[in-house]
Structure formats: C-alpha cells, structure tokens
C-alpha cells in the first residue's frame, strides 16, 4: 500500500453506511451516493499525486507521482502497488486513447507520449511551430481519436516536478490530429490552463484556468474543424476553493478535484453542466485529479496529494474519460 516508506496521511475509514463523507450542498447530490459505498484508501507515500487512468482489461489503475519521477500502478484483484514507470520523466496527465493505449504528458521532457501495447514509446508533440513545448499537463482524448492537451510552464518553474528551463512558447491549449498527427493550438488565452475534458457529446471542451484570481472553469463551443467559441465562465471558484483536473460523467455533471485553502475545501466537488454546485466528497487530503473506472465506470478513483483513493457512486463517467 505504500511502497516509499514516505509518511502516510492519517487515515480512519468509515465503518458506516451510507458515506458521511457525501456532503451535499443540493439534496440532488445524495443521489450519487451509493448505499453500500464507502470511501477507501488504496495507497499512499506519494509526493503529489496526478492523473489517474482506468485500464479495465488488466483491472488495474495506473497514476503519476509527479515529485518521485514515477507512475505507480495499483492492481485491482491484488491490491498491489508497483511502478510501472520510473523513470517517468515527470509525468503528470494520464489517458487512454480509443484503441487502449496509454497517453502521458511529461514534464522533463516537455512532450505528450504513447505507449505503444508492446511497450514502445511514440512521441505525438514535444513543438510547435518549431519550439519546444512547455511542460504538458493533462490531457483528453476525443472519439475521433484527436487528442487535446494543456500546456502551462509548471513543469519548468523549478527542480521538484522538471527541471528549471525558459518557456519558448505562451501557455496554450493544443489539438493534435487523429489522422495526420498535426499539433494545432487552439487557444492561448487562459492563464496557467490546467485540467480539461469534453462534455459528453463532446460539443463543450471545459478547461481548468489554474492562474485565473481565483481559479475558476471555462467552457467553450467545439466546432466540427476543433475550432474552440463562445468562451464563458461555468464555474468559479472562491480563495483557497479551487478546481485541479476533473472528468465528466454521462449526464453531464463535472467531478472536480478541489481544495486548497484548508480542509473543508479538500475533496471531490461536483457541479451540473450549468455551474450549479451539488455537493463534495471529502478527503483528508487536497484531490489533484479523478477518473472513472471498473467494470462500468461506476467507481471514482481520486489522486489526492501523497495518496489515492475510490469509492464506488450512482454515476457512471463517460467513455473516453
């Protein structure tokens, strides 16, 4: 459970049904909570722990511990913990393309990858018009096959998650082709964007702006050629109560990594698709990034700060997500 020997976060499952940990802002919101569903820690010794990804054939959740230059994979009939990767260049973001395999965006070497189902690793974007990308962050793939990431300078600002470089390109937003593999920004005009993902018929691309005062989610109108409109606030947060990475579920509804300001704000907040807060899940710890796994993507996986955690809800996440 801790393979590091790093100091674990403190720690006390609940022994009763439902989940207190559903705290609901909306009476909607308990709808969500499944009755014999409880929040479980499945590892901890991380330093910061990102971008979670479900791999149902193998019942395994793979996530990056950015600090300890690794991605950890934790194995769902075992309960094993193991690295999957180390050295992992700093990788931050994690998916899964429509054919399976794993996408990863990396720090150190300023590129987003593939891993290829034999293992080999295929460099889909580390330029742009012929200079070095930033430091990509999270990344989304779309049904046809067109992958979307985020690129802000974190990765280069210091020694702790990269290595300290100047940014050769402005922060941008970045689509590359599924066919032709052609990087095309998309937008440069949000500060320090960060976490992202599609709604579920993929016609609203919602973005975290991470350096926006305070953080806050925008969204945008996907056109057919990918052409990014209509840009609108859809959900703002207040100081120290911030949105990270988030994933979308069927309905809509956007389960957002949160907290920062201090314990009360540190969990999962969810919102409709309009902005309309429902409720959070809370943890012990700041969560960095969700996703949805098992076997019908029903079971909420949470990267919070030095630990992972899940618990299985009344929603199901989109495919792709």
Known sequence: MNPTGLNETPWEPSQRYPEPRFRAFDPAFLRFRAMNGTVEKLAGGCRWAEGPVWFGDQRALYWSDIPNDRILRWDEVTGQVAAFRQSSNYANGNTRDRQGRLVTCEHLTRRVTRTEHDGAITVLADRYDGKRLNSPNDVVVKSDGSIWFTDPPFGI???????????????????IDGQSGAVTLVTDELAGPNGLAFSPDERILYIVESRAEPRRIVGYDVGEDGRLSNRRTVVQGAAGDTPDGFRVDTE?????????????????????????????????????NICFGGRHRNRLFMAASRSLYSVYVNAQGVAGG
């Open 157 to 175: 600002l210091g020694y702790i998650e990269g290595e300290k470089a100047e940014p050769e390109l402005s922060q941008g937003v970045y689509r």
């Open 252 to 288: 809509g509804n956007l389960w957002c990594g949160w907290g920062m300001g201090g314990a009360e704000f540190d969990g999962v907040r969810v919102f409709t698709a309009e902005g309309r807060p429902l409720g959070q899940i809370d943890l012990p710890e700041r969560c960095a």
